[in-house]
T-cell receptor, first 111, second 117 residues
Framework: QKEVEQDPGPLSVPEGAIVSLNCTYS??????FMWYRQYSRKGPELLMYTYSSGNKEDGRFTAQVDKSSKYISLFIRDSQPSDSATYLCAMSGHRDDKIIFGKGTRLHILP | EAQVTQNPRYLITVTGKKLTVTCSQNMNHEYMSWYRQDPGLGLRQIYY???????DKGDVPEGYKVSRKEKRNFPLILESPSPNQTSLYFCASSLSGTSGSSYNEQFFGPGTRLTVL
């Protein structure tokens, strides 16, 4: 089993819909859970991160971590065409600076 | 402007011809890292560096070398490139690695598209 699993998509949803993106992981030592967004022909940019368990909200974006299920989610409310990008989850252990990325999910928001 | 720069942005080379991809950051970051991104495989860490003269292997270090002689620069060296190293390469930097409950955002460069024939 790979350390981090992420469905590559593509995922197409109409504008205004709620988008749910997910990753599962196997390494219980992961403590830092990040979501990066990557537009075509660009480097990834950090969207949000969560330390340990719980939820974090930033505008239209909500990140959730369920450590008991080894499952993380990113929700996008009121999705916009400008949200069309590849979303990568990433994880790291406590005091471990090796970072493991998921394969990324390609998201298309249809106008 | 705070940024991570990479050179060259595009490179086509032949098997066995040594090459270096440069990476430089102007944010006084301690942590720097190299990744490769391949379709179906995602972003994989090659090497990372916590500070000057401190480097460590990521997930896919085979066939690559790095050095960190200065804080701002972190070159990636391919001593004898092979076609399976054809990929999109990203350099990234952050203030430090993880610290307590804080994650220091990694800033990525624009990428270097390498083709090895």
């Amino acid at each position: 089993q790979k350390e981090v699993e992420q469905d590559p998509g593509p995922l197409s949803v109409p504008e205004g819909a709620i988008v749910s993106l997910n990753c599962t992981y196997s390494n219980s030592a992961f403590q830092y859970f990040m979501w990066y967004r990557q537009y075509s022909r660009k480097g990834p940019e950090l969207l949000m991160y969560t330390y340990s368990s719980g939820n974090k909200e930033d505008g239209r974006f909500t990140a959730q971590v369920d450590k008991s299920s080894k499952y993380i989610s990113l929700f996008i409310r009121d999705s916009q065409p400008s949200d069309s990008a590849t979303y990568l989850c990433a994880m790291s252990g406590h005091r471990d600076d090796k970072i493991i990325f998921g394969k990324g999910t390609r998201l298309h928001i249809l106008p | 402007e705070a940024q991570v720069t990479q050179n060259p942005r595009y490179l086509i080379t032949v098997t066995g011809k040594k090459l270096t991809v440069t990476c430089s950051q102007n944010m006084n970051h301690e942590y720097m890292s190299w990744y490769r991104q391949d379709p179906g495989l995602g972003l994989r860490q090659i090497y990372y560096s916590m500070n000057v003269e401190v480097t460590d292997k990521g997930d896919v270090p085979e066939g690559y070398k790095v050095s960190r002689k200065e804080k701002r620069n972190f070159p990636l060296i391919l001593e004898s490139p092979s076609p399976n190293q054809t990929s999109l390469y990203f350099c990234a930097s952050s203030l430090s690695g993880t610290s307590g409950s804080s994650y220091n955002e990694q800033f990525f460069g624009p990428g270097t598209r390498l083709t090895v024939l």
